[in-house]
């Protein structure tokens, strides 16, 4: 079993900042890639940022620049830095980890960007 828990969501302006952590426990011996993905209502889910093991990061277009990813591979965690937020960055952020070609999903945190 995996678990992952997540934290940090919540509502703020246009143009601040949040910072959203994730901690993986349980079986997580070989995490390859920890990550973030969203969902906002009506759309379907899109990938915000991930990392792997050995630091490579890819980021959602709609992101790139704004958000930074990192990871404690000491700590099995995983944490977006979420800056100049937009309205449109309004979602359900969801938390995951790849072990062994197996996705696990964390229970979701809403983050709402709205003055």
């Known amino acids: 079993q995996v678990q992952l828990v997540e934290s940090g969501g919540g509502l703020v302006q246009p143009g601040g900042s949040l910072r959203l952590s994730c901690a993986a426990s349980?079986?997580?011996?070989?995490?390859?890639?920890m990550g973030w993905y969203r969902q906002a209502p009506g759309n379907q889910r899109e990938l915000v940022a991930k990392i792997t093991s050995g630091g490579t990061i890819n980021y959602g277009d709609s992101v790139k620049g704004r958000f930074a990813i990192s990871r404690d591979n000491a700590k099995n965690t995983v944490d977006l830095q979420m800056n100049s937020l937009k309205p449109e960055d309004t979602a359900v952020y969801y938390c995951y980890v790849e072990i062994l070609f197996r996705v696990y999903w964390g229970q979701g945190t809403q983050v709402t960007v709205s003055s």
């Open positions: 349980g079986s997580i011996f070989g995490i390859n890639v």
